[in-house]
């Protein structure tokens, strides 16, 4: 099986070094459907683990950006490339 993690650009991709030839990189971002038609092209699921845990945040359209429109982003491109849904 193999494996595609999603990344922003610029994420730090330290913690990826020495890994198995199996796992790859790609780029987009879950606020940015147009980023992502790429990144899901050919998979057979995906499993979304993006998400912004600072309830009490005052950063609200942050955390509705990427919990609510960055799910909804992820749903529709991974349907429109007939990926199995999995949360």
Do not use: M
């Amino acid at each position: 099986v193999n494996v595609r993690c999603l990344l922003r650009p610029g994420s730090d991709t330290a913690l990826f070094g020495g890994r198995s030839a199996s796992l790859g990189e790609v780029y987009g971002d879950i606020t940015r459907p147009q980023s992502l038609q790429a990144a899901f092209e050919g998979s057979w699921a995906v499993v979304k683990l993006a998400g912004y845990r600072d309830f009490w945040s005052r950063k609200r359209d942050y955390f509705y950006a990427i919990n609510e429109v960055g799910a909804r982003n992820v749903f529709e491109a991974s349907h429109s490339q007939w990926c199995t849904w999995r949360r």
